[in-house]
């Protein structure tokens, strides 16, 4: 394969998705109506509920949900060759991934900007919507514990790394402040801050900052306290909105790097069904998750977005849109992976490196091909790497504070308390980094997540349902990814049962620098919240189904459906 084909097929796929499909269901039957007023305009508080230009809320949502997932997902699964995540990547989006983004979106706006545990206390049950909230807290602390960890051993190993990123939260600051307060123009403001940020980049080559990974874990949890607590405009707004366009910049030059050298694929399209992760099905569809589906979307389209949508006609930009961009990213992915190396040995050698490893090596590569130096090409794949992780980690820590508050709140007044619950999240995220424990919970990150999409679509359906419109677009995916999810937690859970054996008899070693005792304690701690996590989500699922075959439609919504809306 050609990685240039690759690419222009995976373009043509996004255009049909948006301009086609995501438009029937926009208008026909979700049907976006421009003069309603939304949660962002009805509630405007200033933190949470905000009225935004679309294409800022574009690039918001983007940065949001673009984290590490449509990177080093693909990267990992080319080891059952490129044309599983390929294909899996392209049909996945077209068919669930913008699915779920843009209905999580509509469902909030719809809602007066619930989160998805008030939406489940209503639609489903008390006992759902506190399943929901349990569910969703773990998953959280799993996702900043991970990537806390990643951020701080990337900018210790890469000491060009940190200027681009302290200068990257000061540029977002300077545009926040420009745009709300000073109401600069949005396009002046946005060119001279990328600018900036571009050359924090190009000094981090010759100013090198060097730390120890402690250090820059505890960098990435002050950084994302902070965009847990202050104002959506000040902080997490304009910094992930001026990330966007240098992950966007970083897309557009390779992008045209794969155009003009466009190299060939030189790992088999198919190698076998089984690999040491485990069989293709289900685990490539827990491997590669954002890019594809990822429920860590549908938590941002529905508490963040959902939130700041000026009109509901903006969220097929937002929503589908992004999600279709990411999906250009994983695809970028998949070609790094799959044409940088000489052979499928040189990738698997490259593989015991890390993906970080991979990726870098072939965005510079790509960049070569523009004539930008493999120096500045690497400081810049290496940022963009970091950039892609910390920038969500922020709105991670504030999606757990809302979430703690919810859950325990009406039990523990000081819950309510944002700087409370923010310092607590980011306080058990450190003690799963600095004991090692959060490697063996890491595991079932991939079967958490998908089975987190799978209960949104759930969510979704009944919604639909309940209010009279096609719910078939949602079910049948949802039904997908459940059983699919389930299955990979089970056979995730049964492996980690089984590892303890094979530390104590010496087949297998601990990772380094622990011992066997706590990696058999950590494999038995993982192996009972696998067990527990199916557990939730067979509770959540037969309520959620009892409720979805029992409902009628309302009477409001009957007739929706049927007519098409003629405002986009």
Not at 65 to 72: F, K, M, R, S
Not at 209 to 224: E, G, N, Q
Not at 389 to 416: F, N
């Amino acid at each position: 394969m050609n990685s240039a084909l690759a690419l222009i097929l995976s373009l043509a796929a996004g255009l049909f998705t948006y301009y086609v499909y995501a438009r029937y269901v926009d208008q026909r039957i979700i049907q976006a109506d421009p003069r309603k007023a939304t949660p962002a305009r009805l509630y405007m508080d200033g933190v949470d509920f905000m009225p935004t230009s679309r294409h800022v809320l574009f690039g918001y949502q983007f940065k949001s949900i673009a984290a590490l997932g449509p990177v080093t997902g693909p990267i990992i699964a080319m080891q059952w060759g490129w044309l599983p995540a390929f294909l899996w990547v392209i049909f996945g989006t077209m068919l669930i991934g913008w699915v779920q983004d843009y209905t999580s979106v509509m469902i909030g706006v719809r809602n007066e900007g619930q989160t998805f545990g008030a939406l489940s206390y209503r639609l489903i049950s008390p006992r759902g919507r506190i399943t929901l909230l349990a569910f969703i807290f773990f998953y959280l602390i799993l996702i900043v514990a991970a990537f806390g960890k990643i951020v701080g051993d990337m900018m210790a190993a890469v000491p060009s790394v940190p200027v681009a990123i302290v200068a990257l939260v000061i540029v977002g600051l300077g545009a926040g402040y420009l745009i709300y307060r000073k109401h600069a123009d949005i396009l002046y403001t946005t060119l001279g801050m990328v600018v900036l940020a571009l050359l924090a980049i190009w000094l981090g080559t010759s100013l090198p900052v060097k730390a120890s990974p402690v250090a820059w874990v505890l960098f990435a949890l002050a950084f994302s306290y902070a965009g847990a607590v202050l104002p959506i405009w000040l902080y997490g707004q304009p910094i992930n909105y001026i990330s966007f366009y240098l992950v966007f910049l970083g897309m557009i030059g390779a992008g045209i790097g794969v155009l003009v050298g466009h190299p060939s694929f030189t790992i088999p399209a198919f190698t076998q069904w089984t690999i040491p992760l485990g069989s293709i099905w289900p685990l490539l569809f827990v491997t590669v998750a954002c890019g594809a589906i990822s429920g860590w979307h549908s938590l941002v389209s529905s508490s963040g977005s959902a939130r700041q949508l000026e009109k509901e006609i903006d969220a097929r930009y937002v929503g589908a849109g992004s999600m279709i961009s990411e999906m250009v990213l994983a695809v970028l992915s998949i070609i790094i992976a799959a044409a940088t190396f000489a052979s499928f040995a040189g990738y698997k050698e490259a593989l015991g490196k890390g993906p970080a490893f991979i990726f870098a090596t072939g965005m510079s590569g790509l960049l070569s091909f523009l004539g930008i130096s493999p120096e500045f090409g690497k400081a810049f794949a290496g940022a963009m790497y970091v950039i892609l992780a910390i920038t969500v980690m922020q709105l991670v820590l504030r999606v757990a504070r809302l979430s703690t508050t919810e859950l325990l709140g009406d039990y523990v007044p000081v819950m309510r308390n944002m700087y409370v619950t923010a310092a607590l999240v980011a306080i058990i995220c450190w003690a799963l980094i600095a004991t090692g424990t959060w490697q063996y919970i890491w595991t079932l990150f991939g079967g958490s997540n998908q089975l987190m999409a799978a209960l949104a679509l759930m969510l979704v359906s009944i919604w639909l349902k309940q209010s009279g419109r096609n719910w078939h677009f949602t079910f049948w995916p949802m039904l997908f990814m459940f059983i699919t999810t389930v299955v990979a937690l089970l056979m995730t859970g049964i492996k980690l049962f089984k590892a303890p054996a094979l530390l104590l008899a010496g087949k297998i070693k601990p990772p380094a620098g622990q011992t066997v005792a706590v990696a058999v304690g950590g494999n038995y701690i993982s192996g009972v919240i696998a067990f527990l996590l199916v557990l939730a989500a067979l509770v959540l699922v037969v309520d959620g189904l009892r409720v979805f075959f029992t409902s009628r439609p309302a009477a409001a919504g009957a007739q929706a459906g049927q007519t098409a809306s003629t405002a986009d």
